[in-house]
């Protein structure tokens, strides 16, 4: 069974500095793998999939098959980035998705 | 703001009974899932549909039951049998094909047991 690791409850960092929520997977075969976002009073939504090797609101994710993560990077964090963040993975052909147990995202002045 | 809408917000239930969360969607999405969120524990599956009159289990269906009845409709009944059902229950649709199979969320029902 497939299975998505965050291992940081909570991440801190200041305004400006760099980000790195980590995101390791466990999957047999050939996974699909997704970021999605939780803003304070705001419903869930995707930020990103490495299958559109996109960058949104700043931020990158690059799948790792070899260490079989898919960590979201930022440069230069900012306030409104505080968030609840989820790692979720699309195994085979079936649309439902696994989900990590997320990290939560604090950017301080 | 429509595509996906949950009622009710708030739940009160007593030990004991059945109670149903409805969830609605008008995006003409196939597939229709249902999570329950706990602090510390993420996003867990509940059920799924990937079509109408067709339903599977996810990850921790005990006590839960579903319906798929027409497409827009995905109701989740939380019956007497769920040991711990006090949690924030979130639906969610997606087009169910293909690679670009991002799942659209509804607000939430957060459900009390008293």
């Known amino acids: 069974a497939q299975r998505v690791t965050q291992p940081e409850k909570l991440l801190s960092v200041f305004k400006g500095a760099p980000v790195e929520l980590k995101c390791n997977y466990s999957?047999?075969?050939?996974?699909?793998l997704f970021w999605y976002v939780q803003y304070s009073r705001q419903r869930l939504q995707l930020l990103l999939r490495h299958i559109s090797r996109e960058s949104i609101k700043g931020f990158t994710a690059d799948l790792n098959k070899g260490e079989t993560s898919f960590h979201l990077k930022k440069p230069f964090a900012q306030e409104e980035d505080s968030a609840m963040y989820y790692c979720a993975l699309k195994a085979g052909t079936a649309s439902k998705l696994t989900f990590g147990t997320g990290t939560r995202l604090q950017v301080t002045l | 703001d429509g595509g996906i809408t949950q009622s009710p917000k708030y739940l009160f239930r007593k030990e004991g009974q059945n109670v149903t969360l409805s969830c609605e969607q008008n995006?003409?999405?196939?597939?229709m899932y249902w999570y329950r969120q706990d602090p510390g524990q993420g996003l867990r599956l509940i059920y799924y549909?990937?079509?109408?009159?067709?339903?599977q289990k996810g990850d921790i269906a005990e006590g839960y039951s579903v319906s798929r009845e027409k497409k827009e409709s995905f109701p989740l009944t939380v019956t007497s049998a769920q040991k711990n059902p006090t949690a924030f229950y979130l639906c969610?649709?997606?087009?169910?094909?293909?690679?670009?199979?991002?799942?659209?969320f509804g607000p939430g029902t957060r459900l009390t047991v008293l």
């Open positions: 969610a649709s997606s087009t169910g094909q293909g690679n670009y199979n991002e799942q659209f």
């Open positions: 549909s990937q079509i109408v009159n067709d339903f």
């Open positions: 999957y047999s075969g050939s996974p699909e």
């Open positions: 995006l003409n999405h196939d597939a």
